[in-house]
């Protein structure tokens, strides 16, 4: 592929696979979990794109995650 020139559609198309492939694989688990896990999922949404930052994301997701599970 590499002496093959692309359009630029076809490689933004290709660039957004990546981010399609996870939603898919997310989404079905958030969407059928409780919600602590749909609340954790939204947590960890709002805090990756406010500070970019997806260690501190996780955390904060695994931590909704846990509290949630605590209180229902």
Known sequence: MGFVKLSPGVEA????????????????????????????ALATVLVAARTKKMF???VVG???VWVFRKIF
């Open 56 to 58: 501190l994301a996780i």
């Open 13 to 40: 198309w290709l660039k957004t696979i990546p981010g399609a492939v996870l939603v898919s694989l997310v989404a079905p688990t958030v969407l059928a979990s409780g919600p602590a896990e749909t609340l954790a």
């Open 62 to 64: 695994v931590g909704v």
